[in-house]
């Protein structure tokens, strides 16, 4: 019965696609389709009913049309690392972003274009070279365009802001298949949405991204025992809060590796680990992020370049394994709330899981609420509860140990969430993440730009119904 709802792609709309189409086109029973349907959480095993290979925007154009007139639903991959899978669909056309991923710097004028599918590290690589960077965030195998799009929380967020506000003017293909520019000039509705508001409006086949100079970073990351977990991470608070914009201090509750840095009795056992990055002149570095350190049982502190400091969470993150996530915005690390990230720490049912925390503000907050799509601007402090796994008999026990990990955290959360970090949520939570005003803005936004909802395969925000325009 559901075979029969199925639809047919038309002959025709297949023979148009294939005499416009210039990348490769693959299906099932090609021997790349294995591969190339992978995304990056293990947990999405699902089979496309072809992976478009875009070369240029006219590919997406023609990707678009060709699902349009066969009645396919669409999805949409840049580098594959939503948590929730959503560039991966059965049945669907994968509008596959992989093979555009050039960059191209104009150091004079601190601006870089790349394309939509470029990853963070092919923009890092390309804009390092000049002494230059676009803040993104902090593994360099995620995808520019899906994050980009959704916010873009990075070490140079305190600094510098979001990567959504350095987004200065994008190339997108509409649901239609036609082709705008949004910049200040034109469409600047478009790049209001585009900055902050997901995958919903259209393909972006270019970014035009802001660029800031940036110079050797200092680093120093320490270990503390659990057991002295509320000590340090009321020093923290106190630290991080009192910062200017140079620094950026993050926490995590993780198993500790073998590094020889971390004492003995401390390796293979949870444990607390604060991180300092201070991108203000180097040799202030030291006295900068000492204070944080102090109590610390082990400590590692390096100088390195702004590429080695996107790639080092690399390794930690890994294509294939299971992932589930859960994560919300808190009002404050009162001890209350660190209490119980240090209670969930000890529950770890995988020990490649983490606990990510983070004060955020600083030049976050610099831009205007209702200058972009993006919400809750002002939210002081982010938590992740990541659960990593191999094994799918502990999907169920990792999903719930994410899902406590935050619940417990409800006294103190601020509302909302960073819509980059959705996953298996309740109906009504994207409206919740953006707030009405910006909720409703967005859906006319998505009215003008794809009445028909084309793009769905994402934090979908369905177009306003004609009934309230
Ligand atoms: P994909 O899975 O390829 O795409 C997800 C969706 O994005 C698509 O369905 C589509 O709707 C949209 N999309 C992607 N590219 C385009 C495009 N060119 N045009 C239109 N729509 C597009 N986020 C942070 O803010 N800071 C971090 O430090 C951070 N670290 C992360 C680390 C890891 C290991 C992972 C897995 C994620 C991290 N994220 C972080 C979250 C990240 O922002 C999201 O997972 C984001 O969706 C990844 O984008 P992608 O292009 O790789 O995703």
């Avoid at 049309?65 to 639903?73: E, K, N, Q």
């Avoid at 987004?167 to 082709?179: K, Q, R």
Wanted: glycine share 12%; proline share 6%.
């Amino acid at each position: 019965m559901t075979e029969l709802l199925e639809p047919t792609p038309s002959p025709a709309a297949e023979s148009e696609l294939r005499s416009r189409f210039q990348g490769p086109v693959v299906g099932p029973a090609d021997p790349d389709f294995d591969e190339l349907r992978a995304v990056w959480n293990g947990m999405h095993d699902r089979r496309p009913s072809m992976i478009l290979r875009c070369t240029g925007a006219a590919d997406v154009s023609a990707a678009l049309r060709y699902a349009r007139a066969s009645g396919r639903a669409v999805t949409v991959r840049g580098g594959g690392h939503n948590v929730a899978g959503i560039a991966l669909a059965d049945d669907a056309v994968m509008i596959d972003l992989s093979l555009m991923r050039d960059v191209e710097v104009d150091a004079e004028r601190r601006i870089a274009h790349a394309q939509g599918g470029c990853l963070l590290a092919d923009v890092d690589a390309a804009t390092t070279a000049h002494g230059l960077a676009c803040p993104a965030g902090v593994v360099s195998h995620t995808g520019l365009g899906g994050l980009a799009l959704g916010g873009g929380y990075g070490w140079l967020a305190r600094k510098w802001g979001l990567t959504c506000d350095h987004i200065l003017a994008a190339e997108v293909v509409l649901a239609d298949g036609s082709v705008v520019v949004a910049d200040e000039n034109r469409n600047g509705e478009l790049l209001w949405g585009l900055r902050g508001g997901g995958g919903n409006l259209g393909v972006v086949t270019r970014f035009t991204l802001r660029l800031r100079p940036v110079g050797p970073v200092h680093h120093h990351t320490g270990v503390f025992p659990l057991a002295d977990g509320p000590r340090a991470l009321a020093r923290y608070r106190e630290f991080a809060e009192a910062q200017g914009n140079d620094l950026h201090a993050v926490g995590a509750l993780k198993y500790a590796g073998q590094q020889d840095w971390v004492p003995v009795e401390l390796r293979g056992k949870p444990a607390l680990f604060l991180t300092a990055a201070w991108f203000g002149d180097p040799d202030q570095g030291p006295a900068r992020t000492e204070p944080l350190f102090a109590a610390a049982a082990g400590s590692d502190v390096r100088r390195m370049s702004y590429a080695e400091l996107q790639a080092l969470g690399d390794h930690g993150e890994p294509h294939g394994n299971r992932y589930f996530t859960k994560s919300c915005y808190l009002t404050g690390l009162t001890g209350g709330a660190a209490g119980e990230l240090l209670a969930t720490a000890e529950t770890m049912v995988s020990p490649l899981s983490s606990i990510d925390f983070e004060y955020l503000r600083g030049a976050i907050t610099d831009v205007a609420d209702e200058d972009s799509a993006f919400p809750r601007r002002d939210a002081p402090y982010i938590v992740t509860v990541s659960s990593q796994w191999t094994d799918p008999a502990q999907d169920r026990a990792n999903a719930a140990w994410s899902r406590q990990g935050v619940e417990r955290l409800a006294p103190w959360q601020y509302g909302g969430a960073y819509v980059n970090y959705l996953q298996d949520e309740e109906p009504g939570k994207v409206a919740e993440v953006y707030g009405a005003r910006r909720y409703a803005r967005l859906a006319e936004l998505k009215r003008r730009f794809d009445p028909e909802n084309v793009l769905s395969a994402n934090q979908n925000i369905p177009p306003t119904s004609s009934a309230h325009q």
